[in-house]
């Protein structure tokens, strides 16, 4: 079946910093992918969705300064998290679909920490 | 827009009997899929069962099983014979055809009565 893979699973960084975590489609091309957001006990919440070559569409209220996304073939995704404050602290998940009309594969998720 | 709908923030279940998770949705469209996903402690998404909209039949996978009634826009998971390892947070989700965008109900987490 077809995997996504997510990199870092967990990652803590300070204040201040840049993080980059990447989504990979293992055994089959996504040409979208899509990145959630996932706040303590609460629903997925979609920030972008990562279109391959082409810039990335943002939901209303991200800030796509901050979140910035990269789909630079039909198998990787990176969202970078720039200048992360404690209020980034999240759980992240991406997503990904082999073809239309196909449900969505995700990812195992990250957890960021900003201290 | 379109509003995904779980009422029942936590549910629990005796081990071996049957629950049934609520879902409601605002669509204008006629075309469209839903899913119920399944996110355990691990946090990983897992999809449970689809339905397309344009389905009369109620899909079913195993033990679980929809009641989907499209007049009511209501999309509601039968779990029977419930087990340990069904414990998660399930959400509903909706799905435009031809859009790939998923939108989410805000989740109902099953606990299971050993």
């Known amino acids: 079946g077809a995997v996504v893979s997510q990199h870092p699973s967990r990652v803590i960084c300070k204040s201040g910093t840049s993080v980059k975590i990447e989504c990979r489609s293992l055994d089959f091309q996504a040409t979208t992918m899509f990145w959630y957001r996932q706040f303590p006990k609460q629903s997925l919440m979609l920030m972008a969705t990562?279109?391959?070559?082409?810039?990335?569409?943002?939901e209303q209220g991200v800030e796509k300064d901050k979140f910035l996304i990269n789909h630079a073939s039909l198998t990787l995704s990176t969202l970078t998290v720039t200048s992360a404050h404690p209020e980034d602290s999240s759980f992240y998940i991406c997503?990904?679909?082999?073809?239309?009309?196909?449900?969505?594969?995700f990812g195992n998720g990250t957890r960021l920490t900003v201290t | 827009a379109q509003t995904v709908t779980q009422s029942q923030p936590e549910m629990s279940v005796q081990e071996a009997e049957t629950v049934t998770l609520s879902c409601t949705y605002d669509?204008?469209?006629?075309?469209?899929?839903l899913f119920w996903y399944k996110q355990p402690p691990s946090r990983q998404m897992i999809l449970v069962i689809r339905?397309?909209?344009?389905?009369?039949q109620n899909a079913t996978e195993n033990r679980f099983s929809v009641n989907f009634q499209k007049a009511a826009k209501s999309f509601s998971l039968k779990i029977s014979d419930s087990q340990l390892g069904d414990a998660a947070m399930y959400f509903c989700?909706?799905?435009?055809?031809?859009?790939?965008?998923?939108?989410f109900g805000t989740g109902t987490r099953l606990t299971i009565i050993p």
């Open positions: 990562s279109n391959e070559g082409s810039k990335a569409t943002y």
């Open positions: 989700a909706y799905r435009v055809s031809g859009n790939e965008k998923l939108t």
């Open positions: 339905q397309e909209a344009y389905k009369q």
């Open positions: 997503s990904a679909t082999d073809r239309a009309y196909s449900p969505l594969h």
């Open positions: 669509t204008s469209e006629s075309d469209y899929y």
